[in-house]
């Protein structure tokens, strides 16, 4: 075997191991992604796989901004519950994936956002607490830019368990003085009207 049988093999080597190395390094980069952004390219159905509560609630707010419908539901556990106060019809309460389903559905129809206030974001351990602006095409008729409400979400394995969504007292007043549901004498006068929504003051 002569030098230039063997320079020819010796390049081959190098580009092999150049090629190993290449995947390596791509490997690690993936696998230092958040589990919510590799989900998100999946067809936004895959559950969230980092257990980061944070994380998943980041990947539902991006998921209802994107008006994708099975990647929300795929968010929540199958025994999941979902309160949102103060209720237009009913008791507010969705329970199964069949009034989630239709719960999102006309959520998705009607255009609805969130927006995280920042510095509202608190974790502890599994349940996570933010003040959210809420906007929807049909509050946008009504005048109503956005409204502010406080939400709670229990977080177990990457998926919603416990999920509650209540607008503030002033919000509230606002919603439904703008949809005639009550009179409209003052927000600062909330125990009356607090207590019927059964909103907290």
Known sequence: MNAQTVRPAA?????????????????????SMPAFALSARA???????????????????????????????????????????????GSGVCLGKEQFRLFYEQ??????????VDGTLKVAGDRVTFVARLSSDPW??????????????VVKDGRFTTHVVMLT???????????????APSPEGTS?????????R
């Open 169 to 183: 007292p002033g919000s509230a007043w606002t919603l439904l003085t703008a949809l005639g549901t009550i009179p």
């Open 107 to 116: 959520g998705v129809t009607d255009g609805n956002r969130i927006e995280m």
């Open 11 to 31: 390049v081959t080597l190098l580009r092999r191991r150049r090629a190993v190395f290449a995947l390596l390094l791509l490997a690690t980069g993936l696998l």
């Open 192 to 200: 009356e009207w607090a207590h019927h929504l059964h909103v907290p």
């Open 43 to 89: 067809d936004h159905v895959q559950p969230v796989q980092w257990y980061d509560p944070a994380a998943v609630v980041q990947a539902y707010v991006a998921a209802v901004n994107a008006g994708d419908l099975e990647w929300i539901l795929a968010m929540y556990a199958t025994d999941a519950v979902h309160v949102a106060l103060p209720a237009a019809e």
């Open 140 to 153: 946008q008729k009504l005048g109503l830019d956005a409204l502010n409400a406080n939400v709670e979400v």
